[in-house]
């Protein structure tokens, strides 16, 4: 998931709460723009405009693989 922070106003016009993401798919790519509502202006979304993740899964502690817990053998086994 990537996430972005909506800007609080147009670049164009200066209209604060008017600007929302716009989605285009040109051959197969998805290519993401932010939009002004009040003058239709459109720009790019920059990477440095990405949130950084904050959730995060614990690692797997366990020692043991999957295999060697369900007792399954291995090929080496075999």
């Known amino acids: 998931m990537i996430r972005y922070l909506v800007p609080e106003q147009c670049i164009y016009c200066g209209t604060a709460g008017q600007v929302t993401l716009i989605p285009r798919t040109p051959r197969g790519a998805v290519a993401i723009y932010w ?26 502690r366990r020692r ?15």
């Open 35 to 60: 939009h002004c509502e009040e003058c239709h202006g459109m720009w790019p979304i920059k990477q440095s405009e990405q949130l950084d993740e904050r959730r995060s899964a614990p690692g797997d």
């Open 64 to 78: 043991r693989t999957r295999a060697d817990r369900r007792g399954r053998k291995t090929l080496q086994e075999e």
